[in-house]
């Protein structure tokens, strides 16, 4: 049985297609990221999942359960971690706990114990009585991954959570989402860091206006970019005056700019190289950095959809 | 010139913010005309008996003295009397048909004559005007009442007749006629000190009273929508941004608390337009004094709000800091209930509130009809109080943690 | 069980909330203690009003040949400077009436008594138009009322005096008897004796009294002190306008959550959303109860409040909660955002305590009959109507009418509110 699974999934905002035919799913015990730009219907596609909207067309599954047909069996095997900090900053950690845990059903010594164990493992046990609205950020963020923990999920769903953090509770996060896999548990993972992406899936599902456009491993979808290469320009310049002239030069598959570095997918960079350097040469544009990547993430989007990642 | 795009910045601000506009327009209008209603005479119409209605119980109606109490009190331009039983009268009364019900018991008139105790009640709530009224109205005629059957009893005492009943009783029609031509000329005359010719108390309009209690107690409250800009600056940290500039201190004072003067000026001449256009409440009788009591007013009230926008860590505290301001002195000021009728600390302290000498400054044009010299003395406590509140705001403002 | 733990969840953020807490407790009771200390210490006959400045012209002199020994203006301005009105009355001389209407006009006096030349002179000798002229701030209305009082029962003891003296002379020769002019003074004493008492006994002493007010109650705590009775319905003007402010403040709680992120949080728990609703809706009814009993208490205990017998009290105060509740999540449900509801609260509900009568409590004739049948459209109205007859001691059938629409009212506005939630969130 798949952990989740999603079967043409639609849904309509008066004309607007925010998400178009989605299918993807994850097996039980794997981390399935779902990576693409802000607005591409990563966090309409999860609010179907965890029951927050109502699909238009199609279904999805959470271990087996539809969210449409079945939405309270479908929400106990599920755990949510909004990406907005969503506690009541007027009670404490522990109470915040107790509270959410009892709204997935805990009770007694049972629920008691539980808040006890995820309070260790976010690393709050200390803090516990002290008012989330006086929490860092970071700490804040712990909670509210907490509070999806309580009922010991078979899935979790994650939906950018290391947005705007620092480098160390981000990393922090990265390491919890790693230990819960472990465990057991499926995470479904909403990003649009490549790295991320790249670091935590077993799956990655890309997904573009409202449509996934390429689903498989880290592997496969590296494979679809072929033997492209991938060469970052930083100019000092406008690029735009340039681009047009470079997407002329043979051999360039694919190129874009995005805050004041170009991108470009090339078959062979020691050939294509120097006609670029020749190109901005005549027009009067120097190239200040020049950093050749084997195809990535990155790589891939730009072949698929023409635009930067983080477009 | 920084200043100022600060002020108009925090403007732009306010005046985005449509429903609490509305509330800071509509609000004080409606209550103002609602409380005028409480205070003007319950209605206009020159053939409408505007008497109030009295129940009499009285089980013997042609006793000597019950029937000469009735029928003075039949005359009276100010009672209207309806005869009723015990049980019809209380019924009325509890429904509002009559303001009070005036017992006379059994054996009044006879008890009374011979020298006994018998006592008149009158049944009515003396916490209303009417209650009072009634009972102020019915004490001279029963006072009067009273005095003629005791001139009688010593003028029957005196003559000693075969038959002091009727001698009595002819004494005592011989006084009570004395009584009630004496009752035509009213002894005593009062007279409103007005400048200008006026027909009652209120300057001859109503809403000379709400009006400028209304206007004091919602330019307090107008405070809350600008001190919250100030309070969502400190939150969304715009305010440390704005120092980190090299704006001086004083500037961002300056021009937040010049946003708060003109909101709470814009208030107040609205509704000063407003009672002269609409409710024919004449601010506009002494332009410059109203104008000056107006800015002054607004510069305690943004004074104030500045304060309260520097104490306050979250837009709730706000609501709560300026209700409690706006309550405390709405009542202390006099703009709830006349500050005559309150006890002798309460009013003293009232008295020295801002909002009191606000509501001095505004009573002195509307109602005492009294020109630019009645509002210096409010306008200078008023121009104190709004130093001292400038200067606390500003002594807190510099302790904020950016 | 999980509506129970929404129910405390809100009570315990509701209870930690200073503004809550101010606005449910601290500013009824605040608001209560300001009228309290205005005119709570004149309870009981404690007269600790402001004192009256009076200002007194007095021109009246007597010609060589007067019967009277002292003028009668004289005895006018004695009374303003008797020692016995000393604390409310601070009487001071003008020499003339242009200087005292100056003193009105300073605000330096609150009324002036200004008794012309040959006052006794002239009333003694029956002239129509002699007038004793009383000038007033036009602010004050109470000073000029019992100042315009006392001048009035001063002269009106001086006339009963004169028409005791001409009463008896009269039936005397109706008699064929011959009065003597020396037995005049005798029956003037006898006379003023009687009036003096007379008066003592109307203002200070009830039972003796030819004429008393009496409050219309008929229960058997009934309070004759007026005082008291306006304190009672203040706190009851204050307790159902901040029972309303509470109910909504309350409902709003959804839309902050809505804002927070937890309730649609709470949407992803295995927890149906009638549930949820059913949650907040018994929160907001619990809270008002709680803090109708919090007042009811203090009012009791820090003013002296006599609320009545339980049976009507609890009739009264279970409709308030019900209606309470009813108009705050219908208010509620109209409303997007905490934003909008800050209006909603303070300019909604201000207007309509104000329709239902909550601000004119203590003055409800002064209203024109229009305005008062407007508030039976409001549930505040039936809420302060009921609370009037508890504290008039009616009885508990009395209060079945008000009790009916109270509960009525309240239960649609749920029904229509509760539906609107339910089709918003559910």
């Given at each position: 049985?798949?952990?989740?699974?999603?079967?043409?999934?639609?849904?309509?905002?008066?004309?607007?297609?925010?998400?178009?035919?989605?299918?993807?799913?994850?097996?039980?015990?794997?981390?399935?990221?779902?990576?693409?730009?802000?607005?591409?219907?990563?966090?309409?596609?999860?609010?179907?999942?965890?029951?927050?909207?109502?699909?238009?067309?199609?279904?999805?599954?959470?271990?087996?359960?539809?969210?449409?047909?079945?939405?309270?069996?479908?929400?106990?095997?599920?755990?949510?971690?909004?990406?907005?900090?969503?506690?009541?900053?007027?009670?404490?950690?522990?109470?915040?706990?107790?509270?959410?845990?009892?709204?997935?059903?805990?009770?007694?010594?049972?629920?008691?114990?539980?808040?006890?164990?995820?309070?260790?493992?976010?690393?709050?046990?200390?803090?516990?009585?002290?008012?989330?609205?006086?929490?860092?950020?970071?700490?804040?963020?712990?909670?509210?991954?907490?509070?999806?923990?309580?009922?010991?999920?078979?899935?979790?769903?994650?939906?950018?959570?290391?947005?705007?953090?620092?480098?160390?509770?981000?990393?922090?996060?990265?390491?919890?989402?790693?230990?819960?896999?472990?465990?057991?548990?499926?995470?479904?993972?909403?990003?649009?860091?490549?790295?991320?992406?790249?670091?935590?899936?077993?799956?990655?599902?890309?997904?573009?206006?409202?449509?996934?456009?390429?689903?498989?491993?880290?592997?496969?979808?590296?494979?679809?970019?072929?033997?492209?290469?991938?060469?970052?320009?930083?100019?000092?310049?406008?690029?735009?005056?340039?681009?047009?002239?470079?997407?002329?030069?043979?051999?360039?598959?694919?190129?874009?700019?995005?805050?004041?570095?170009?991108?470009?997918?090339?078959?062979?960079?020691?050939?294509?190289?120097?006609?670029?350097?020749?190109?901005?040469?005549?027009?009067?544009?120097?190239?200040?950095?020049?950093?050749?990547?084997?195809?990535?993430?990155?790589?891939?989007?730009?072949?698929?959809?023409?635009?930067?990642?983080?477009? | 010139?920084?200043?100022?795009?600060?002020?108009?910045?925090?403007?732009?601000?306010?005046?985005?913010?449509?429903?609490?506009?509305?509330?800071?327009?509509?609000?004080?209008?409606?209550?103002?005309?609602?409380?005028?209603?409480?205070?003007?005479?319950?209605?206009?119409?020159?053939?409408?008996?505007?008497?109030?209605?009295?129940?009499?119980?009285?089980?013997?109606?042609?006793?000597?003295?019950?029937?000469?109490?009735?029928?003075?009190?039949?005359?009276?331009?100010?009672?209207?009397?309806?005869?009723?039983?015990?049980?019809?009268?209380?019924?009325?009364?509890?429904?509002?048909?009559?303001?009070?019900?005036?017992?006379?018991?059994?054996?009044?008139?006879?008890?009374?004559?011979?020298?006994?105790?018998?006592?008149?009640?009158?049944?009515?709530?003396?916490?209303?005007?009417?209650?009072?009224?009634?009972?102020?109205?019915?004490?001279?005629?029963?006072?009067?009442?009273?005095?003629?059957?005791?001139?009688?009893?010593?003028?029957?005492?005196?003559?000693?007749?075969?038959?002091?009943?009727?001698?009595?009783?002819?004494?005592?029609?011989?006084?009570?006629?004395?009584?009630?031509?004496?009752?035509?000329?009213?002894?005593?005359?009062?007279?409103?000190?007005?400048?200008?010719?006026?027909?009652?108390?209120?300057?001859?309009?109503?809403?000379?009273?709400?009006?400028?209690?209304?206007?004091?107690?919602?330019?307090?409250?107008?405070?809350?929508?600008?001190?919250?800009?100030?309070?969502?600056?400190?939150?969304?940290?715009?305010?440390?941004?704005?120092?980190?500039?090299?704006?001086?201190?004083?500037?961002?004072?300056?021009?937040?608390?010049?946003?708060?003067?003109?909101?709470?000026?814009?208030?107040?001449?609205?509704?000063?337009?407003?009672?002269?256009?609409?409710?024919?409440?004449?601010?506009?009788?002494?332009?410059?004094?109203?104008?000056?009591?107006?800015?002054?007013?607004?510069?305690?009230?943004?004074?104030?709000?500045?304060?309260?926008?520097?104490?306050?860590?979250?837009?709730?505290?706000?609501?709560?800091?300026?209700?409690?301001?706006?309550?405390?002195?709405?009542?202390?000021?006099?703009?709830?209930?006349?500050?005559?009728?309150?006890?002798?600390?309460?009013?003293?302290?009232?008295?020295?509130?801002?909002?009191?000498?606000?509501?001095?400054?505004?009573?002195?044009?509307?109602?005492?009809?009294?020109?630019?010299?009645?509002?210096?003395?409010?306008?200078?406590?008023?121009?104190?109080?709004?130093?001292?509140?400038?200067?606390?705001?500003?002594?807190?403002?510099?302790?904020?943690?950016? | 069980?999980?509506?129970?733990?929404?129910?405390?969840?809100?009570?315990?953020?509701?209870?930690?909330?200073?503004?809550?807490?101010?606005?449910?407790?601290?500013?009824?009771?605040?608001?209560?203690?300001?009228?309290?200390?205005?005119?709570?210490?004149?309870?009981?006959?404690?007269?600790?009003?402001?004192?009256?400045?009076?200002?007194?012209?007095?021109?009246?002199?007597?010609?060589?040949?007067?019967?009277?020994?002292?003028?009668?203006?004289?005895?006018?301005?004695?009374?303003?400077?008797?020692?016995?009105?000393?604390?409310?009355?601070?009487?001071?001389?003008?020499?003339?009436?242009?200087?005292?209407?100056?003193?009105?006009?300073?605000?330096?006096?609150?009324?002036?008594?200004?008794?012309?030349?040959?006052?006794?002179?002239?009333?003694?000798?029956?002239?129509?138009?002699?007038?004793?002229?009383?000038?007033?701030?036009?602010?004050?209305?109470?000073?000029?009322?019992?100042?315009?009082?006392?001048?009035?029962?001063?002269?009106?003891?001086?006339?009963?005096?004169?028409?005791?003296?001409?009463?008896?002379?009269?039936?005397?020769?109706?008699?064929?008897?011959?009065?003597?002019?020396?037995?005049?003074?005798?029956?003037?004493?006898?006379?003023?004796?009687?009036?003096?008492?007379?008066?003592?006994?109307?203002?200070?002493?009830?039972?003796?009294?030819?004429?008393?007010?009496?409050?219309?109650?008929?229960?058997?705590?009934?309070?004759?002190?007026?005082?008291?009775?306006?304190?009672?319905?203040?706190?009851?003007?204050?307790?159902?306008?901040?029972?309303?402010?509470?109910?909504?403040?309350?409902?709003?709680?959804?839309?902050?959550?809505?804002?927070?992120?937890?309730?649609?949080?709470?949407?992803?728990?295995?927890?149906?959303?009638?549930?949820?609703?059913?949650?907040?809706?018994?929160?907001?009814?619990?809270?008002?109860?709680?803090?109708?009993?919090?007042?009811?208490?203090?009012?009791?205990?820090?003013?002296?409040?006599?609320?009545?017998?339980?049976?009507?009290?609890?009739?009264?105060?279970?409709?308030?909660?019900?209606?309470?509740?009813?108009?705050?999540?219908?208010?509620?449900?109209?409303?997007?955002?905490?934003?909008?509801?800050?209006?909603?609260?303070?300019?909604?509900?201000?207007?309509?305590?104000?329709?239902?009568?909550?601000?004119?409590?203590?003055?409800?004739?002064?209203?024109?009959?229009?305005?008062?049948?407007?508030?039976?459209?409001?549930?505040?109205?039936?809420?302060?109507?009921?609370?009037?007859?508890?504290?008039?001691?009616?009885?508990?059938?009395?209060?079945?009418?008000?009790?009916?629409?109270?509960?009525?009212?309240?239960v649609v506005m749920f029904a229509i509110g509760a539906l609107m939630f339910k089709k918003r969130f559910a």
């Amino acid at each position: 049985m798949n952990a989740i699974e999603v079967k043409n999934l639609k849904k309509l905002f008066g004309d607007f297609q925010a998400v178009q035919d989605a299918n993807f799913k994850a097996d039980a015990g794997e981390v399935l990221s779902l990576l693409g730009p802000n607005g591409a219907g990563k966090s309409t596609t999860i609010s179907m999942l965890s029951g927050l909207l109502t699909p238009t067309e199609g279904d999805a599954y959470i271990m087996g359960h539809s969210v449409t047909k079945e939405p309270e069996a479908a929400k106990k095997s599920l755990g949510v971690v909004p990406q907005d900090i969503a506690l009541y900053p007027d009670l404490s950690a522990r109470e915040n706990l107790v509270f959410w845990g009892k709204m997935y059903g805990l009770r007694g010594a049972a629920l008691k114990q539980r808040v006890d164990e995820v309070l260790e493992i976010i690393g709050l046990t200390d803090r516990q009585k002290d008012l989330v609205g006086k929490f860092s950020g970071g700490m804040k963020r712990r909670v509210n991954i907490g509070v999806a923990l309580l009922h010991k999920p078979d899935v979790v769903i994650m939906d950018e959570p290391t947005v705007g953090i620092d480098p160390q509770s981000r990393r922090h996060i990265l390491d919890n989402v790693k230990e819960l896999n472990q465990q057991g548990m499926t995470v479904l993972y909403t990003t649009h860091y490549m790295e991320e992406a790249a670091e935590l899936s077993h799956h990655i599902a890309i997904m573009d206006k409202g449509k996934v456009i390429a689903y498989g491993t880290h592997a496969e979808l590296i494979k679809m970019v072929g033997e492209q290469t991938r060469i970052d320009l930083t100019l000092n310049t406008e690029a735009e005056k340039i681009l047009p002239m470079w997407r002329k030069v043979e051999g360039v598959f694919k190129i874009d700019s995005l805050d004041g570095k170009v991108t470009a997918l090339v078959d062979d960079s020691n050939r294509v190289l120097p006609h670029l350097f020749e190109t901005a040469s005549k027009a009067n544009v120097r190239i200040t950095s020049v950093d050749i990547q084997e195809p990535n993430l990155e790589t891939v989007f730009l072949h698929l959809t023409g635009r930067a990642l983080r477009d | 010139m920084r200043i100022l795009d600060l002020t108009l910045k925090d403007l732009s601000q306010m005046f985005r913010d449509k429903r609490s506009l509305l509330f800071l327009v509509a609000m004080p209008i409606v209550f103002t005309i609602f409380m005028g209603f409480a205070y003007r005479n319950t209605n206009d119409d020159p053939n409408a008996d505007k008497r109030i209605p009295l129940a009499v119980v009285d089980p013997e109606p042609e006793a000597v003295l019950n029937k000469a109490l009735a029928t003075r009190l039949e005359a009276s331009d100010s009672i209207r009397v309806e005869k009723m039983n015990e049980a019809d009268a209380m019924d009325a009364l509890y429904k509002g048909d009559v303001a009070g019900v005036l017992v006379i018991p059994l054996g009044f008139s006879e008890q009374v004559s011979a020298g006994n105790e018998a006592q008149l009640t009158l049944i009515a709530d003396s916490t209303t005007a009417q209650g009072q009224s009634l009972y102020q109205l019915l004490r001279v005629p029963v006072s009067q009442l009273m005095s003629a059957v005791e001139v009688s009893r010593e003028a029957a005492d005196m003559i000693g007749a075969e038959n002091p009943f009727v001698e009595q009783n002819a004494a005592f029609e011989l006084a009570w006629g004395k009584w009630i031509e004496t009752a035509k000329t009213p002894i005593v005359r009062t007279e409103q000190a007005v400048a200008e010719e006026s027909t009652d108390w209120m300057g001859g309009n109503p809403y000379n009273q709400s009006s400028p209690g209304i206007l004091v107690q919602f330019a307090i409250f107008g405070l809350v929508t600008s001190a919250q800009i100030l309070v969502q600056e400190k939150k969304s940290r715009t305010l440390q941004r704005l120092v980190t500039t090299n704006m001086k201190a004083w500037e961002i004072v300056a021009g937040h608390i010049l946003a708060m003067f003109t909101i709470t000026f814009l208030q107040t001449a609205m509704l000063v337009l407003f009672g002269q256009w609409i409710l024919h409440v004449d601010y506009l009788r002494e332009p410059l004094a109203a104008l000056l009591v107006a800015v002054t007013l607004g510069l305690w009230v943004s004074s104030m709000g500045l304060l309260i926008g520097v104490i306050a860590k979250e837009e709730q505290q706000v609501i709560l800091y300026s209700m409690i301001a706006m309550f405390l002195f709405s009542a202390m000021g006099g703009t709830w209930f006349p500050l005559e009728a309150a006890g002798g600390t309460f009013a003293m302290i009232g008295r020295a509130m801002p909002s009191a000498w606000a509501m001095n400054g505004l009573q002195n044009i509307l109602i005492r009809g009294l020109g630019m010299e009645s509002v210096w003395m409010a306008v200078g406590m008023l121009s104190v109080y709004a130093m001292g509140f400038f200067i606390l705001a500003v002594w807190r403002f510099k302790r904020i943690e950016m | 069980m999980k509506i129970i733990d929404m129910v405390l969840k809100d009570l315990t953020r509701s209870f930690r909330s200073a503004f809550a807490i101010g606005m449910m407790v601290v500013a009824p009771l605040m608001l209560t203690g300001l009228i309290y200390f205005a005119f709570g210490g004149m309870s009981g006959g404690d007269v600790s009003m402001t004192p009256i400045k009076v200002g007194v012209v007095n021109a009246d002199k007597l010609p060589d040949d007067s019967v009277l020994e002292t003028p009668i203006g004289d005895n006018i301005r004695s009374m303003f400077f008797d020692e016995s009105v000393q604390s409310w009355i601070v009487a001071s001389d003008y020499v003339d009436e242009e200087t005292a209407r100056a003193a009105v006009n300073a605000q330096e006096i609150g009324v002036a008594v200004i008794i012309p030349q040959n006052f006794s002179e002239s009333y003694l000798s029956g002239e129509q138009d002699v007038q004793v002229l009383i000038v007033s701030d036009p602010t004050l209305s109470i000073g000029p009322a019992v100042v315009e009082d006392m001048v009035t029962m001063m002269i009106d003891g001086v006339a009963g005096g004169g028409i005791a003296i001409e009463t008896i002379m009269e039936r005397l020769q109706a008699n064929g008897m011959q009065p003597n002019p020396v037995d005049i003074p005798a029956w003037v004493e006898q006379y003023s004796n009687w009036y003096r008492d007379f008066q003592r006994n109307l203002f200070h002493n009830p039972e003796k009294a030819a004429y008393v007010i009496v409050a219309p109650s008929a229960g058997e705590r009934e309070t004759a002190d007026p005082i008291q009775k306006m304190m009672g319905l203040t706190m009851a003007g204050q307790m159902i306008f901040f029972a309303f402010f509470t109910g909504a403040y309350s409902m709003m709680s959804i839309l902050r959550e809505e804002e927070e992120g937890t309730l649609a949080r709470l949407f992803t728990t295995p927890t149906d959303r009638t549930s949820i609703l059913a949650g907040k809706f018994v929160a907001v009814f619990i809270t008002i109860l709680l803090q109708g009993i919090v007042l009811m208490v203090a009012g009791h205990y820090a003013f002296g409040i006599h609320w009545g017998s339980w049976d009507v009290i609890a009739l009264a105060f279970t409709g308030q909660i019900v209606a309470a509740t009813g108009l705050g999540v219908l208010l509620m449900a109209f409303v997007k955002s905490t934003k909008q509801g800050g209006p909603v609260l303070g300019g909604g509900l201000t207007a309509l305590g104000m329709l239902g009568g909550l601000f004119t409590a203590n003055m409800p004739n002064a209203l024109p009959a229009a305005m008062n049948i407007v508030a039976n459209f409001t549930p505040q109205g039936w809420v302060l109507k009921a609370w009037r007859m508890v504290m008039d001691g009616q009885p508990a059938s009395d209060l079945l009418l008000p009790f009916a629409v109270m509960i009525g009212m309240g239960v649609v506005m749920f029904a229509i509110g509760a539906l609107m939630f339910k089709k918003r969130f559910a």
